[in-house]
């Protein structure tokens, strides 16, 4: 099936510093979302793309569609200590958000 | 807006048992989808309903997994009999429609072990 590749798996920076993710595909995807997942929590909605080359911020994150529409990725400028947490990619095939596919997640870890 | 609620948080059962779970999705949502998450890995979609109806079953391993939606609103999934492999969070989420503009809203999920 449709796999999502992110990366980096897992990233320990400084507070302070800007962080960059990605996420690409062998398909061609509709929508790319972003997701955060906390501890104990299901993943929460960051940011959605609809077109190919969009950028979209959201506060201190910052997301693209890719023009090939295979690939993603997520910034996240002066990181602080409760951006810890599991970043997810997602796309969508179809207008059908249901069918969502999810990549392998990125863990980021803040030190203070 | 109260969010999507799912019961219970934890369960643990040894293989071969029954278990179930019950998801409580916004209110209006037409839409809801089981997904389960191993650990280290993303959410994968088990089924997805549109009132109470079956958009998407396709990943559902039908042999052990059944999930239903009768009135439109709640929804349980269970799994009959769990192995080993079952070990996961099972979440529930909701959305309004079923167009990449309704975005979902997830449940914090029931994390399951099965020893």
């Known amino acids: 099936g449709q796999q999502l590749n992110q990366s980096p798996q897992s990233m320990f920076i400084q507070e302070g510093e800007d962080v960059s993710m990605n996420c690409t595909s062998s398909?061609?995807?509709?929508?790319w979302l972003w997701y955060k997942q906390d501890p104990g929590e299901g993943p929460v909605l960051l940011i959605a793309?609809?077109?190919?080359?969009e950028l979209t911020s959201n506060g201190r994150l910052t997301a693209q569609f890719g023009i090939t529409r295979k690939d993603s990725f997520l910034n996240i400028s002066a990181s602080i200590p409760s951006d810890v947490g599991i970043y997810f990619c997602?796309?969508?095939?179809?207008?059908?958000?249901?069918?969502?596919?999810f990549g392998q997640g990125t863990t980021l870890q803040v030190k203070p | 807006e109260a969010g999507v609620a799912q019961s219970p948080r934890y369960k643990i059962i040894e293989k071969r048992q029954s278990v179930a779970f019950w998801c409580n999705p916004i209110?209006?949502?037409?839409?809801l989808y089981w997904y389960q998450q191993i650990l280290g890995q993303g959410p994968k979609l088990l089924i997805q309903?549109?009132?109470?109806?079956?958009?998407?079953d396709s990943q559902l391993p039908k042999d052990r997994f059944s999930a239903e939606r009768l009135k439109g609103v709640d929804s349980t999934l269970k799994i009959q009999p769990a192995k080993l492999e079952d070990s996961a969070v099972y979440l529930c989420?909701?959305?309004?429609?079923?167009?990449?503009?309704?975005?979902?809203?997830f449940g914090n999920g029931t994390r399951l072990t099965v020893t």
């Open positions: 309903f549109q009132n109470n109806g079956v958009v998407d």
């Open positions: 209110s209006g949502h037409a839409t």
């Open positions: 398909s061609i995807f509709n929508t």
């Open positions: 793309l609809y077109k190919a080359g």
């Open positions: 997602a796309g969508a095939l179809s207008s059908n958000t249901g069918k969502l596919i």
């Open positions: 989420a909701s959305s309004l429609g079923d167009s990449t503009n309704s975005p979902l809203h």
